[in-house]
Protein backbone atom coordinates (compact mmCIF):
# COMPACT_ATOMS: atom_id res chain seq x y z
CA UNK A 1 0.00 0.00 0.00
CA UNK A 2 0.87 3.88 -0.47
CA UNK A 3 2.85 5.19 2.43
CA UNK A 4 3.98 8.74 3.14
CA UNK A 5 3.71 10.15 -0.85
CA UNK A 6 5.20 7.06 -2.24
CA UNK A 7 2.91 4.29 -4.00
CA UNK A 8 2.61 0.70 -3.36
CA UNK A 9 5.70 0.93 -0.56
CA UNK A 10 4.64 -0.81 2.29
CA UNK A 11 3.41 -3.99 2.55
CA UNK A 12 0.31 -4.55 4.13
CA UNK A 13 0.85 -7.77 5.74
CA UNK A 14 4.68 -7.61 6.50
CA UNK A 15 5.19 -3.98 7.19
CA UNK A 16 7.83 -4.46 4.63
CA UNK A 17 9.37 -1.12 3.15
CA UNK A 18 10.78 -0.89 -0.45
CA UNK A 19 14.30 -0.65 0.89
CA UNK A 20 14.21 -3.78 3.00
CA UNK A 21 12.52 -6.12 0.26
CA UNK A 22 15.56 -4.75 -1.88
CA UNK A 23 18.01 -5.27 0.99
CA UNK A 24 16.31 -9.15 1.12
CA UNK A 25 16.49 -9.62 -2.49
CA UNK A 26 19.91 -9.00 -2.54
CA UNK A 27 21.02 -11.51 0.42
CA UNK A 28 18.42 -13.75 -1.82
CA UNK A 29 20.35 -13.89 -4.76
CA UNK A 30 23.66 -13.86 -3.49
CA UNK A 31 23.59 -17.03 -1.57
CA UNK A 32 23.18 -15.68 1.75
CA UNK A 33 19.94 -18.10 2.68
CA UNK A 34 21.12 -20.90 1.37
CA UNK A 35 22.37 -22.01 4.64
CA UNK A 36 21.17 -21.39 8.11
CA UNK A 37 24.60 -21.69 9.76
CA UNK A 38 25.08 -17.62 9.49
CA UNK A 39 25.94 -14.50 11.81
CA UNK A 40 24.17 -11.69 10.91
CA UNK A 41 23.91 -8.58 13.15
CA UNK A 42 21.18 -6.18 12.51
CA UNK A 43 21.37 -2.54 13.68
CA UNK A 44 18.88 -0.40 14.58
CA UNK A 45 16.05 -3.05 13.13
CA UNK A 46 13.48 -2.48 11.14
CA UNK A 47 10.21 -4.67 11.92
CA UNK A 48 9.81 -6.90 8.97
CA UNK A 49 13.69 -7.46 7.91
CA UNK A 50 14.06 -8.40 12.14
CA UNK A 51 11.60 -11.14 11.80
CA UNK A 52 12.31 -13.13 8.75
CA UNK A 53 16.73 -13.01 9.85
CA UNK A 54 15.88 -13.90 13.66
CA UNK A 55 13.35 -16.94 12.04
CA UNK A 56 16.29 -18.15 9.22
CA UNK A 57 19.27 -17.70 11.45
CA UNK A 58 18.39 -18.37 15.17
CA UNK A 59 21.01 -17.90 18.06
CA UNK A 60 23.10 -16.76 15.06
CA UNK A 61 20.78 -13.10 14.78
CA UNK A 62 22.29 -10.75 16.63
CA UNK A 63 19.62 -7.83 16.87
CA UNK A 64 21.22 -3.88 18.56
CA UNK A 65 20.13 -0.70 18.77
CA UNK A 66 21.05 2.90 20.76
CA UNK A 67 18.03 3.77 22.91
CA UNK A 68 15.04 1.99 23.94
CA UNK A 69 15.17 -1.65 22.68
CA UNK A 70 12.45 -2.63 20.28
CA UNK A 71 9.60 -4.99 20.96
CA UNK A 72 9.26 -7.16 17.70
CA UNK A 73 12.65 -8.86 18.54
CA UNK A 74 15.23 -9.66 20.73
CA UNK A 75 17.46 -6.82 21.23
CA UNK A 76 20.34 -5.56 23.01
CA UNK A 77 19.52 -1.83 23.78
CA UNK A 78 22.97 0.83 23.85
CA UNK A 79 23.10 4.02 25.04
CA UNK A 80 25.00 5.21 22.06
CA UNK A 81 26.78 3.57 18.70
CA UNK A 82 30.45 3.68 20.46
CA UNK A 83 29.03 1.78 23.47
CA UNK A 84 27.30 -0.44 20.85
CA UNK A 85 30.71 -1.00 18.92
CA UNK A 86 32.49 -1.28 21.81
CA UNK A 87 30.47 -4.18 22.84
CA UNK A 88 30.35 -5.94 19.50
CA UNK A 89 33.45 -8.20 18.93
CA UNK A 90 32.01 -11.56 17.12
CA UNK A 91 32.78 -11.64 13.55
CA UNK A 92 29.52 -11.97 11.12
CA UNK A 93 28.49 -13.06 7.72
CA UNK A 94 25.89 -9.96 7.20
CA UNK A 95 25.87 -6.88 8.76
CA UNK A 96 22.65 -4.53 8.01
CA UNK A 97 21.61 -1.37 8.87
CA UNK A 98 19.31 1.78 8.00
CA UNK A 99 19.42 5.21 8.62
CA UNK A 100 22.42 4.57 11.24
CA UNK A 101 24.68 6.75 9.81
CA UNK A 102 23.13 9.94 10.13
CA UNK A 103 21.87 10.01 13.40
CA UNK A 104 25.71 8.86 14.67
CA UNK A 105 27.80 11.21 16.79
CA UNK A 106 30.63 9.24 15.59
CA UNK A 107 32.18 10.36 12.05
CA UNK A 108 30.26 8.11 9.81
CA UNK A 109 32.94 6.77 7.27
CA UNK A 110 35.02 5.24 10.72
CA UNK A 111 31.85 3.22 11.63
CA UNK A 112 31.86 2.44 8.14
CA UNK A 113 35.27 0.66 8.48
CA UNK A 114 34.31 -0.25 12.44
CA UNK A 115 31.86 -2.49 10.70
CA UNK A 116 33.31 -3.52 7.64
CA UNK A 117 36.20 -5.01 10.16
CA UNK A 118 33.72 -7.38 11.83
CA UNK A 119 32.67 -9.28 8.72
CA UNK A 120 33.69 -12.89 8.49
CA UNK A 121 35.73 -13.72 4.68
CA UNK A 122 32.96 -13.06 2.27
CA UNK A 123 30.43 -11.62 4.77
CA UNK A 124 28.24 -8.93 3.59
CA UNK A 125 27.59 -5.17 4.81
CA UNK A 126 24.13 -3.68 3.36
CA UNK A 127 23.08 -0.54 4.25
CA UNK A 128 20.94 2.51 3.02
CA UNK A 129 21.21 6.71 4.43
CA UNK A 130 18.79 9.70 4.44
CA UNK A 131 19.74 11.10 1.19
CA UNK A 132 19.01 15.39 0.83
CA UNK A 133 20.84 17.28 -2.12
CA UNK A 134 24.17 16.52 -4.13
CA UNK A 135 25.94 16.97 -1.10
CA UNK A 136 26.45 16.34 2.83
CA UNK A 137 25.07 18.65 5.36
CA UNK A 138 26.38 17.76 8.47
CA UNK A 139 27.73 20.26 11.37
CA UNK A 140 25.09 18.64 13.72
CA UNK A 141 27.50 18.16 16.24
CA UNK A 142 27.86 18.98 19.97
CA UNK A 143 27.51 22.80 18.41
CA UNK A 144 23.96 22.23 18.00
CA UNK A 145 21.16 21.94 20.03
CA UNK A 146 18.30 19.15 19.36
CA UNK A 147 15.87 22.31 18.14
CA UNK A 148 18.16 22.80 15.38
CA UNK A 149 19.24 19.73 14.28
CA UNK A 150 15.30 19.19 13.83
CA UNK A 151 15.00 22.45 11.96
CA UNK A 152 18.27 21.79 9.56
CA UNK A 153 17.79 17.72 9.44
CA UNK A 154 14.44 17.09 10.07
CA UNK A 155 14.32 15.10 13.14
CA UNK A 156 16.17 16.30 16.09
CA UNK A 157 18.29 13.20 16.35
CA UNK A 158 20.12 13.36 13.18
CA UNK A 159 23.54 15.30 13.14
CA UNK A 160 23.79 15.38 8.94
CA UNK A 161 21.93 14.16 5.88
CA UNK A 162 23.84 13.03 3.18
CA UNK A 163 24.61 14.00 -0.94
CA UNK A 164 23.86 11.62 -3.58
CA UNK A 165 27.23 13.32 -5.56
CA UNK A 166 29.58 13.37 -2.69
CA UNK A 167 28.61 10.02 -0.40
CA UNK A 168 28.93 7.40 -3.24
CA UNK A 169 32.22 9.24 -4.18
CA UNK A 170 33.46 9.36 -0.75
CA UNK A 171 32.57 5.64 0.05
CA UNK A 172 34.21 3.73 -2.93
CA UNK A 173 37.14 6.16 -1.94
CA UNK A 174 36.94 4.26 1.07
CA UNK A 175 36.47 1.13 0.12
CA UNK A 176 38.08 1.26 -3.15
CA UNK A 177 35.38 -0.08 -4.99
CA UNK A 178 34.31 1.20 -8.80
CA UNK A 179 30.81 1.18 -7.39
CA UNK A 180 29.84 1.13 -3.74
CA UNK A 181 25.99 0.50 -4.48
CA UNK A 182 24.45 -3.21 -5.20
CA UNK A 183 23.50 -2.76 -8.68
CA UNK A 184 19.72 -3.96 -9.18
CA UNK A 185 19.73 -3.00 -12.46
CA UNK A 186 22.21 -5.42 -13.87
CA UNK A 187 20.77 -8.06 -11.32
CA UNK A 188 17.14 -8.25 -12.47
CA UNK A 189 14.39 -6.89 -15.09
CA UNK A 190 12.24 -4.18 -14.17
CA UNK A 191 9.46 -7.24 -14.24
CA UNK A 192 11.80 -9.08 -11.48
CA UNK A 193 11.57 -6.30 -9.54
CA UNK A 194 8.20 -5.43 -9.98
CA UNK A 195 7.45 -8.93 -8.24
CA UNK A 196 9.01 -7.66 -4.91
CA UNK A 197 7.07 -4.09 -5.35
CA UNK A 198 10.46 -2.68 -5.42
CA UNK A 199 10.03 0.70 -7.91
CA UNK A 200 13.18 0.31 -10.41
CA UNK A 201 13.40 4.21 -11.02
CA UNK A 202 13.78 4.35 -7.30
CA UNK A 203 17.02 2.07 -7.47
CA UNK A 204 18.86 3.65 -10.49
CA UNK A 205 19.35 6.69 -8.82
CA UNK A 206 21.16 7.75 -5.79
CA UNK A 207 18.45 8.16 -2.85
CA UNK A 208 17.18 7.17 0.74
CA UNK A 209 16.38 3.73 -0.87
CA UNK A 210 19.90 3.32 -2.36
CA UNK A 211 21.41 -0.08 -1.15
CA UNK A 212 24.91 0.50 -0.57
CA UNK A 213 26.96 -3.45 -0.35
CA UNK A 214 30.53 -4.70 0.67
CA UNK A 215 31.56 -7.87 0.17
CA UNK A 216 34.69 -8.98 2.21
CA UNK A 217 37.72 -10.39 0.50
CA UNK A 218 37.75 -14.64 0.95
CA UNK A 219 39.95 -16.11 3.30
CA UNK A 220 42.54 -16.54 0.71
CA UNK A 221 42.49 -12.90 -0.07
CA UNK A 222 42.83 -11.54 3.19
CA UNK A 223 45.38 -14.53 4.31
CA UNK A 224 47.50 -12.45 1.38
CA UNK A 225 46.66 -8.80 2.99
CA UNK A 226 47.48 -9.69 6.07
CA UNK A 227 51.15 -11.26 4.72
CA UNK A 228 51.65 -8.67 2.73
CA UNK A 229 51.12 -5.91 5.78
CA UNK A 230 53.71 -8.07 7.69
CA UNK A 231 56.12 -7.66 4.64
CA UNK A 232 55.89 -4.05 4.63
Not at 43 to 66: E, F, H, V
Not at 82 to 111: C, M, Q, W
Not at 140 to 146: A, F, K, P, R, S
Not at 209 to 226: C, E, I
Request: with cysteine; charged share 30%.
Amino acid sequence: MDFRGRALEECKKCKSKARERAEILALKCLGYFESKKKKALHIMPDRATARLLSKTYGKGYRAKTIGAAVDFVECEAYADLDALLEGTNDKYDIILHNNLLEVASLRPFEVISKLDGLLKPNGIHLFTVTVRGMRTDEGGDLMLDEAERAKRFGRADRYRLFGAADFPRALATLRQQNNPRFNFAARFSDSDLDRWRIPPNEFRDINSNTVFSYVAPPLASAVAVAAADVAA
